[in-house]
Nanobody, 128 residues
Framework: QLQLVESGGGLVQPGGSLRLSCAAS????????VGWFRQAPGKEREGVSS????????SYAESVWGRFTISRDNAKNTVYLQMSSLKPEDTAVYYC?????????????????????WGQGTQVTVSS
């Protein structure tokens, strides 16, 4: 069974940091580009960041530029999203998704249509 599982979400104060993980099972993630998306209540899904299959190319939404960093460890079949200087407006359910894009990376902004496999999401709440 092909699965993506997100973890690392939680409650953090403004200005704090969290690292999200996206672990794949049932398939080899290093053949896929991976994107992180988020959806807040009452809002449309928003692309946050993406990384190519090799990790050599990345893309970020303007709203997270300079605060979030995407990376991957193909040996662990896992992609990470390091989030720093968090703001209340970063509060959302965060999803990871994988898509076959060869060596390229779907750039942000993205609606997610480029991606085939999706995780169930992890909640991130930024509040004092």
């Amino acid at each position: 069974q092909l699965q993506l599982v997100e973890s690392g979400g939680g409650l953090v104060q403004p200005g704090g940091s969290l690292r999200l993980s996206c672990a794949a099972s049932g398939f080899t993630l290093d053949n896929y580009a991976v994107g992180w998306f988020r959806q807040a209540p009452g809002k449309e899904r928003e692309g946050v960041s993406s990384i190519s299959s090799s990790g050599g190319s990345t893309s970020y939404a303007e709203s997270v530029w300079g605060r979030f960093t995407i990376s991957r460890d193909n040996a662990k079949n896992t992609v990470y999203l390091q989030m720093s200087s968090l703001k209340p407006e970063d509060t959302a359910v965060y999803y990871c998704a994988a898509g076959d894009y060869g060596l390229a990376v779907p750039t942000m902004p993205s609606t997610g249509v480029e991606y085939t496999y999706w995780g169930q999401g992890t909640q991130v709440t930024v509040s004092s």
